[in-house]
């Protein structure tokens, strides 16, 4: 704690706009296998406007279904229901994660934009891999990024000292944490765990750039590590490392990837971004 800044940051953490009420009532039941269909439907009801979106977004082109969706209970039989109480939490975000963070040069809406190709970058691995019992990832990617709204402006007071570290070779994510004593990663998982978010997802955030250093569920980091830098790879979102981004190589070969594997992954993902940032904008 020697860090000048790290007591105001973690004031920051602690006073950070608490979730939505429909997306908090909602989180528990991902922690629960017998969460039925009804209990769900039961949540909702009485938020007709998210409800819309729902269906606006399960009738999009991003999961291109066939059949016309009018009514939450299809939605849940078509995506699953953890999928969909992800997709709600997705919307109820979608506000705060659109501000501009001036400290990382992110203007209104580039952080969004990120979030969601890094979300979909974790989809078609997940996909790509035949991954099961993943549906949670979309959100861990989604939310990646989210302690970025706290640290942009101590960022922006010591960018100068940052920018130093990177041109002596540094990451600017080791940077990040000499300077203030923590980084975006940490933060954003302080935030999800004050939101009560299952651990797999807090730990996928806190580890997004150092997945090596995970020792819990070390999956779902990797998934998302791997999709930050697909997103990058696929134009969205700022590198500020200075160097051609890659996931470590024990990342990937964790999930048997290879590096050469990357550009046509990178290359999908651009019409699928589009058609969910359009549904989600």
Known sequence: ????SIKNIMSKVRSFPGMPATAAKLLPLLENPETSTSKIEDILRYDPGLTANILKL??????????KISSVRQAIILLGWKRLIQLVMTMCM??????SVVGYDLPKGELWRHSIAVSVAADELVKGLKISEAEEVFTAALLHDIGKLILGEYVREDMPKINAMVEKGISFEVAEYIVLGTDHAEIGARILKNWSFPTPLVEAVHWHHDANSCSGHC?????????????LMAGYGSNRSGR???????????LGL???DLPPLAEQIGGRVAALYETLS
């Open 58 to 67: 399960t009738n999009s082109a991003y999961f291109g279904i066939p059949t």
């Open 219 to 231: 999956l779902m980091s990797d998934i998302v590590h791997t999709a930050d830098i697909l997103g």
């Open 258 to 260: 290879q590096i050469d």
């Open 94 to 99: 979608s506000d705060l994660m659109k501000d």
């Open 244 to 254: 051609e981004p890659a996931p470590a190589g024990e990342v990937l070969e964790r």
């Open 1 to 4: 704690m020697k860090h000048p």
